[in-house]
């Protein structure tokens, strides 16, 4: 009787403990779940700032209201949920980072809502300014006060939100206008009702300008990327000591089942107690597993046969290893073997496959049955822990892996660099950096969206999976650059076949929705311990590297050379040197003349820039115009080259200079400005130049990237009466199909297919190809570079419009192509 009131209250307790066991996984699941809510709202509280600081960035455009409300309403109900979810509590390291959270966006609120009050009121200024400046052109013509007055708006429309140094010139230029009034005593209301709006202005510069220092100070991204990985942490050591719990749950079960088969083995007789044995067995949430001394199952429970797949009759009589998945470690089975084979208990974690052929992780337990001190077989009980194991990945994944390729990410790099570069110190072996950077990227990005540029870059890491697979180590370092790290590299032969092969793979034309696009790679190579002794040293020396492959026109590889960084130094102070050049007046303009091959007169002139520096004396074009485009200085050069070009090709003419045209450059970045018909057609209009007398040079890169958009610019500067012409062509990969498209006027051979003509049996069968290619579309075509008088003729006799080279003239300043107008 008494054995059988122990047996209860071991059969009670097993109940309890099964039943608080449920519970507890029930209440970790339902914690994992709503901790991934936390951290996918905190991952769209940064899309909401980063939405914020666009529209603070947006300049002369009314922001909608509609739209800034529905943010603001987005971010509040994000907010409401973090505020619902109680991050004060948390722990002591989350409660101040959530506070900071909190407060930076109040102040960014603040911010946008100053901002859009003081940004509307200056569109509508400016809109009162161009109609009082057109009326003052009108009646004061020419006069100081007409040019200051353009000056002010032309000040007005090159300032940008975030450099407010024309301020000071503004005011002055007020100032200035305001003392031509009094002095001339004009009582014109125009004239005052402009100086009001320019004053207002002023003012609401001003308060912009304070607004934008004030969002510069806001450390609202940080503070969300500090709680971001406070939270990770914290979850992380949340899941650890629910593991911890779990298990000792786990353990008080299995003690409670080895108290039963215990007293079982006991009191077999007793019926009544074998039936409660049982039950709480079959009854059991765990699997519980028992085979005899020779390890053949000899019963399995329901909670087995539900979370294996495999019903009890199919798997009586056979070995537990029927479960392998191959995924656990042998050192797990080999220590089991040996526990278990000294009459020891056994504990670990296993990963088995079910009958469907799943994965699924166990907590198992697993100890000897005796009787009479002779070995009977064993108990196995075990708990599915696949739940925590897949959250423990998934807080992992986030972490470490890029969410779009799956690949991993500059963190998880960071630290296999580390960990590589650990042993190749101990075992005195190589390492090999290579960095793929992806050209031209941005322009496909941009031009036709997002949701196309994460197909491409997903191709791409497809791709270069394949590549390295079981060869090397692949990374996303972010944007449209990877990482390969290989190992033990003997030989620079192994790395230049591993360049070659991404480079030839990520050239192979890829198909994207409607699109067939194609895109090379510029590759950079850092070797370890050649080229650094660390992590920080290999990263930045690949990155000197690729960017100078970029910078040799890209789709190649280059290592890292001591010289490299001379060279990266030298490219800094170049851009350093250009961001002032501009108000030094440190450019020129210089023009070398277009002539008709046939009559030997000069027909139009193309503008090119040059930089003398005071730093550096005169810098090459093609070491400035590339940094001046990737740093964006492009924009206010090119401004103002065509400004300047405009300015001289109407002098010229007020000097009986009668050529057509005259070529201006546009770079492809400048396309890419919203305002620049407005632009173009302001600085017509200011300096009477006639637009039929301008033509634009674009470059065949801007045709590949000619979207719908690109198109319906270059047909609105032909409708304003602009020519189009494409520069250096037959260097490029334009197409017939892109040729037609485009609203053309004019073709320019490159210069390197004139040279050696007509000797060069390939640059002529070039020539004459795009010379019929011309014909056939109707385009004029100007050969560029003509330096010899073979030259002049081959292309005379193929019937080619026009020429400019050395032969004919040099380029020139002003003066000088005056002086040389007039002679010719």
């Known amino acids: 009787m008494l054995r059988l009131k122990i047996f209860d209250i071991y059969w009670v307790f097993l109940f309890l403990s099964i039943f608080g066991a449920l519970g507890y996984v029930t209440h970790i699941n339902t914690k994992t779940k709503n901790n991934f809510a936390i951290l996918r709202t905190v991952e769209n509280l940064k899309l909401i700032n980063s939405e914020f600081d666009t529209l603070l960035d947006k300049k002369l455009q009314k922001l909608d209201s509609v739209s800034v409300q529905a943010k603001l309403d987005k971010l509040n109900q994000k907010m409401h949920f973090l505020m619902q979810e109680d991050m004060h509590n948390k722990s002591d390291d989350i409660s101040p980072k959530f506070e ?55 000040d007005f429309t090159k300032a940008t939100y975030t450099e407010f140094d024309f301020l000071a010139t503004f005011h002055t230029k007020i100032e200035t206008f305001k003392n031509l009034i009094e002095v001339n005593k004009l009582v014109d209301s125009e004239l005052i009702i402009f100086l009001e709006y320019a004053i207002d202005a002023s003012n609401h510069l001003k308060d912009i300008n304070t607004i934008v220092m004030e969002n510069r100070k806001n450390r609202l991204e940080n503070d969300l990327n500090d709680f971001y990985e406070a939270l990770v942490m914290f979850f992380e050591n949340s899941i650890q000591k629910e593991r911890v719990v779990s298990y000792i749950l786990f353990l008080m079960i299995f003690c409670s089942l080895v108290a039963l088969v215990i007293a079982y083995r006991i009191d077999k007789r007793n019926k009544y107690a074998l039936i409660r044995f049982k039950k709480a067995v079959e009854n059991s949430d765990n699997s519980v597993v028992i085979t005899d001394k020779k390890r053949m199952i000899t019963y399995v429970n329901e909670a087995f046969e539900k979370i294996s797949g495999y019903e009890a009759k199919d798997i009586l009589g056979k070995k537990p290893n029927l479960l392998k998945s191959g995924m656990t470690k042998e050192e797990i089975y080999q220590d089991m073997n040996q526990k278990l084979s000294n009459g020891q208990k056994w504990e670990g974690t296993l990963i088995n496959k079910k009958k469907s052929g799943l994965i699924y992780y166990e907590k198992a337990s697993i100890v000897p049955l005796f009787f009479n001190d002779q070995l009977e077989g064993f108990l196995a009980i075990k708990l599915d822990i696949t739940d925590i194991m897949e959250s423990k990945n998934k807080i992992e994944f986030f972490a470490y892996y890029d969410q779009l390729t799956g690949l ?18 101990k075992n005195q072996t190589r390492i090999a950096m290579v960095i793929a950077d992806l050209d031209r990227f941005k322009d496909i990005n941009d031009a036709l ?25 692949l990374a996303r370092a972010g944007g449209d650059e990877f990482v390969i790290l290989m190992e033990c590299v003997d030989s620079d032969a192994a790395i230049i076949d591993m360049s070659l092969m991404v480079i030839d793979n990520i050239k192979k034309p890829i198909a994207i929705d409607n699109y067939m696009l194609s895109i090379n790679a510029s590759l950079g190579i850092s070797l370890y311990p050649d080229d650094a002794r660390n992590v920080l040293d290999m990263v930045k020396n690949a990155d000197s590297a690729m960017y100078e492959a970029k910078s040799k026109g890209g789709d190649k590889y280059q290592f890292f050379t001591a010289a490299l960084v001379e060279k990266t130094q030298k490219r800094l102070a170049y851009e350093n040197a250009m961001r002032y050049a501009l108000r030094r007046g440190e450019f020129s303009l210089v023009f070398q003349p277009q002539y008709s091959l046939k009559t030997k007169k000069i027909i139009g002139a193309e503008a090119l820039v040059r930089w003398n520096s005071k730093d550096f004396g005169q810098v090459s074009p093609s070491i400035f115009i590339p940094i001046a485009e990737e740093s964006g200085m492009i924009i206010p050069l090119g401004e103002w080259i065509f400004v300047e070009a405009c300015k001289t090709f109407v002098d010229w003419k007020k000097h009986g200079i009668e050529i057509e045209t005259i070529a201006i450059n546009l770079s492809s970045i400048q396309f890419r400005q919203e305002n620049l018909i407005i632009t173009l057609q302001g600085i017509v209009e200011k300096t009477g130049i006639d637009a039929h007398c301008i033509e634009i040079e674009i470059t065949e890169g801007y045709i590949m990237e000619s979207t719908e958009k690109n198109i319906k610019i270059l047909e609105e500067l032909v409708k304003m009466g602009f020519k189009i012409s494409i520069d250096d062509f037959g260097t490029g990969y334009s197409s017939m199909g892109y040729l037609k498209m485009l609203p053309l006027d004019t073709l320019k051979i490159d210069k390197s297919f004139i040279d050696n003509i007509p000797q060069d049996y390939n640059n002529v069968a070039i020539t004459q190809a795009i010379l019929a290619l011309a014909k056939s579309l109707n385009f004029n075509v100007v050969a560029e570079g003509i330096e010899n008088q073979e030259q002049e003729d081959f292309l005379h006799l193929n019937r080619c419009n026009m020429g400019q080279g050395f032969l004919f003239a040099k380029p020139m300043d002003s003066t000088s192509f005056l002086s040389f107008a007039r002679q010719n």
């Not at 960071?414 to 650990?422: N, P, R």
């Not at 969206?449 to 180590?473: C, E, M, W």
């Open 449 to 473: 969206g997002h949701p196309t540029g994460d197909k491409l870059l997903s191709t791409v890491a497809l791709r270069l999976k394949n590549i390295t697979q079981n060869k090397a180590f």
């Open 408 to 425: 991993p990410n500059r963190i998880k790099l960071q630290e296999v660099l580390f960990d590589m570069i650990k042993v190749a110190r």
């Open 100 to 154: 900071k959270v909190s407060r930076s966006f109040e102040n960014k609120i603040a911010l946008l809502k100053e901002f859009n009050t003081h940004n509307n009121a200056l569109v509508d200024i400016f809109d009162e300014l161009y109609v009082r400046q057109s009326k003052i052109n009108t009646r004061y013509y020419f006069s100081a006060i007409s040019q200051i007055a353009n000056a002010m708006v032309i």
